[in-house]
């Protein structure tokens, strides 16, 4: 089975003293150090699997070596740890992943380093979802696994009046009366069979290199063009995708204090966060309040087919169909 970028793994909070410990340990295994610039973080990859430092230099912009790196990110092998063990210390953001074979995750928790800098510094937050842009209205699809998240992000890309900022992470930060949305990856990270769902996707799929897990990173540049790829957007619109085929309402609009209470629960739908100490989550909840009084928001369930939930989709966002 191909794990979901929605899984779950195992993480553990450790002392600056373990993360030495670690760091000496396994440092013989580091043969690559990679810096990525992650919305104005240095986040750098040690490693020593080609692939994981080939599809790292894929997804992210480069960071100049000779800058100083906020966080980092050490994937290892180990035969005396357990299979997705990450273990993380919060002081010196440094975060040891071993035994993890899906690229998904390392790219997540990546951004989860950048984002917990990001939070405790800049009061910037991690939205765990799709973020595109309808003529300047800044449109954001949440939701859990198999909710159809990146199914209907694609699918809106097929109208040339949406442009995109992010399909899987963005951040956000609170300006006055609005709230943007920032993207911090190089390219997209797509699976095998998303051409079967939309046939205008064929040719990147065709041009993409697949790896064990089903998925590419891919440039959506060839597809799309570079004019629809955008650095930034002003949120508008969150819908909260669900698929539940026992309730017949397929939309339904949210007040504030009602979404906000599904994210919440949800835990807004991101399992790589890293921390979860009682302060973190007041600071997401505010977060989120703010977003959700700035941004109307609605709950569409997927139930049908993915040309009827586009249908309905396109309705909330005002894009034709």
């Known amino acids: 089975m191909k794990p979901s970028s929605d899984s779950t793994y195992s993480v553990e909070l450790i002392t600056t003293e373990r993360k030495e410990e670690l760091a000496e340990l396994y440092g013989s295994q580091v043969l690559y150090e990679i810096k990525a610039e992650i919305y104005g973080c240095c986040i750098k990859l040690l490693t020593g ?4 430092k080939d599809r790292w230099e894929e997804s992210f912009y480069f960071a100049s070596q000779s800058l100083r790196s906020h966080g980092r990110l050490y994937v290892l092998q180990s035969n005396s740890e357990g299979q997705n063990r990450v273990y993380y210390d919060p002081f010196s953001r440094t975060c040891f992943l071993f035994n993890v074979d899906y690229y998904g995750w390392i790219k997540s928790l990546a951004l989860s380093v950048a984002g917990d800098i990001l939070e405790d510094e800049h009061r910037i937050y991690s939205v765990h979802g799709a973020c595109l842009d309808a003529r300047g209205a800044g449109l954001c699809l949440l939701g859990g696994p198999g909710a159809g998240k990146t199914t209907h992000t694609y699918g809106l ?20 009366e609005d709230v943007l949305a920032f993207g911090s990856e190089k390219n997209f990270y797509i699976r095998a069979d998303l051409a079967d769902i939309w046939k205008e996707f064929e040719g990147l799929v ?8 089903g ?24 819908i909260i995708l669900k698929r539940d085929q026992d309730e ?33 989550r007041r600071l997401r909840s505010a977060f989120f309040q703010a977003l959700l009084s700035r941004a109307g928001a609605y709950e569409v369930n997927t139930k049908g087919t993915p040309e009827e939930s586009q249908r309905v989709i396109r309705k909330i966002a005002e894009i034709e169909p």
């Open 49 to 52: 699997e080609a692939s994981v």
């Open 157 to 176: 890309l097929r109208s040339a009046r949406v442009r995109v900022v992010s399909d899987d992470w963005f951040f956000g930060r609170i300006f006055g």
């Open 206 to 213: 065709k041009k993409a290199v697949f790896d064990e897990k």
């Open 215 to 238: 998925r590419a990173v891919v440039d959506l540049r060839w597809v799309i063009g570079k004019g629809r790829i955008l650095p930034l957007t002003t949120m508008h619109s969150v």
């Open 248 to 280: 017949q309402e397929t939309v339904k609009a949210l007040d504030s204090a009602e979404a906000l209470r599904i994210l919440e629960e949800n835990s807004y739908f991101n399992p790589h966060l890293l921390v979860k100490s009682e302060r973190k």
